[in-house]
């Protein structure tokens, strides 16, 4: 397996045209942060690293021009920690991130990654245009059909401009597989503050608040974390509200939003101990280490920077994890948690265990037609078991299952079950991947971009994966 680093779409769709020359597929890669194969390939891997550049754009190219100083085009390649800082620099930020910032721009928006808002869709519902190189080398800019850019003043010989929702919509969640994304424009806003509030309740008084939905409406973010074990009798959560607030003074903000103690085991190695303590009694260390997370997790009000807010920093790192994450309709949340509570007993009972907190977050519905939240305001479950436990990475697929009955589509980043190389699950997860796959069969006429993860998720397979001359070339 080969790799090239490019700095330029050029660059890019050289090493499109020298794949399809040489009969390899080429994937992009940028944080490396995906559990699930979505960025795997046996062919060359694009290391989208260094299209990192972020500029203005120029008025004179909008239908708008006064919406230029909310818009800004983003390199592809982009770690979102560094397009945070970036944005703050210059007084703006994006409205919503997902509770990790070491991914590229790309896999953020590719993948539909999302953070916690029932009044905000995910990453790529930011997005006001992408340019990509297709197969054959072919460079577009794809725009909504009211797209943000005027077609009278768009004079790029070497980009082809295309305004069609059909189009936008199937491409910017397209999960690498309808060319090399190399930047887009998003929306953004003036910088604003956020206001954290953790505290630990239990289930019974949280499934009362979430009639309704109540509580994840009335914040403007809201995420819970459940320990799915009884102790004494009852389901304990630490719920997470955030909020707008005053500007934070430039000194305070240095000052770090999480409790030291889970930070301290996060960076320190100290997972490893509890994990081996956790193979050592299940039954009693599991419950336990799940209610002191969630307690030394407990705060009263932190106040920062929205990104800093948003990011849950080294709390993600602490140890290796399998994780499946799954949505299903808002108005199934209680429901739903229920049924995975549910599964949580009848696993334990068998040995079984979720070796960490149960995380759940709700997002508004997205039109990207192949995001996990399209169509619908969406509960998303994040069902996670630690590396090195009793219970790995098959204990997650019981919860995967019960969530189907609720219509549960997964997030491409994470891990993924039930998909059998077939388009059968696609086709009834995504009512519009009809049109979807219309486009992906223009876009990756060669199979250039095809892979494991697209046979295996029924997007897609041409001549490279199949050994076989493709109908899209030979019109058959």
């Known amino acids: 397996m080969s790799s090239v680093t490019p700095t330029s779409a050029a660059d890019v769709a050289r090493a499109v045209i020298h794949a399809e020359t040489t009969g390899t597929t080429l994937r992009a890669v940028g944080g490396d942060w995906s559990l699930s194969d979505v960025a795997r390939t046996e062919g060359t891997t694009l290391d989208t690293s260094r299209l990192d550049a972020v500029k203005p754009l120029d008025p004179s190219t909008l239908r708008d021009p006064s919406l230029s100083p909310l818009l800004i085009c983003v390199g592809a390649g982009i770690r979102m920690h560094v397009l945070n800082r970036l944005l703050a620099a210059q007084g703006l930020a994006i409205t919503n991130m997902g ?40 460079r577009f800019q794809i725009e909504p059909t009211d797209g943000i850019t005027d077609p009278d003043t ?105 409790n030291a103690v889970p930070t301290v085991v996060s960076v320190s190695g100290m997972a ?120 790995g990475r098959d204990e997650l697929r019981h919860y995967f299952e019960a969530l189907l009955a609720f219509g549960g589509r997964q997030h491409w980043g994470l891990d993924l079950y039930g998909f059998d190389g077939t388009d059968t699950r696609i086709r009834t997860d995504f009512p519009r991947f009809k049109v979807w796959k219309t486009r992906f069969d223009d876009l990756n006429q060669t199979g250039v971009f095809d892979s494991m993860f697209t046979q295996r998720c029924g997007l897609g397979v041409g001549p490279r994966m199949s050994g076989q001359t493709s109908r899209r070339q030979s019109g058959g």
């Open 99 to 138: 509770s990790h910032s070491g991914q590229s721009l790309a896999g953020n928006v590719q993948t539909s990654s999302h953070g916690t808002g029932i009044h905000f869709g995910s990453v790529s519902d930011l997005v006001r245009s992408v340019r990509l190189v297709a197969s054959g080398g072919r």
């Open 272 to 391: 490893r101990g509890v994990v081996r303590a956790m193979n050592w009694r299940s039954k009693t260390v599991v419950p336990l280490v799940q209610s002191g997370i969630l307690r030394t997790m407990a705060r009263k009000t932190s106040r920062h920077i929205s990104h800093r807010i948003l990011d849950n920093g080294p709390l993600n790192l602490a140890h290796p994890v399998y994780a499946v994450e799954v949505s299903v309709p808002a108005s199934d949340t209680l429901a739903a948690l229920n049924a995975v509570l549910r599964v949580a007993e009848q696993r334990a009972e068998s040995g079984g265990y979720l070796t960490a907190p149960i995380s759940v977050r709700w997002t508004g519905a997205s039109q990207h037609y192949l995001s996990p939240q399209y169509g619908r305001e969406s509960c998303i479950i994040e069902l996670i078991s630690l590396h090195d436990t009793v219970s």
């Open 154 to 258: 768009f004079h790029e010989s070497d980009i082809t401009l295309v305004q069609d929702d059909d189009w936008f919509y199937s491409a910017v969640v397209s999960v690498g597989s309808m060319g090399i994304v190399t930047s887009v424009v998003l929306s953004v806003v003036p910088v604003f503050f956020l206001a954290e509030t953790r505290v630990v309740r239990d289930w019974a008084t949280v499934q009362e608040e979430l009639e309704g939905g109540r509580l994840y409406r009335d914040h403007r973010h809201c995420n819970v974390l459940i320990n799915p074990y009884r102790r004494r009798r009852r389901y304990l959560c630490n719920v997470a509200t955030r909020n707008f607030t005053g500007t934070v003074p430039r000194w305070q903000q240095w000052i770090p939003r999480q």
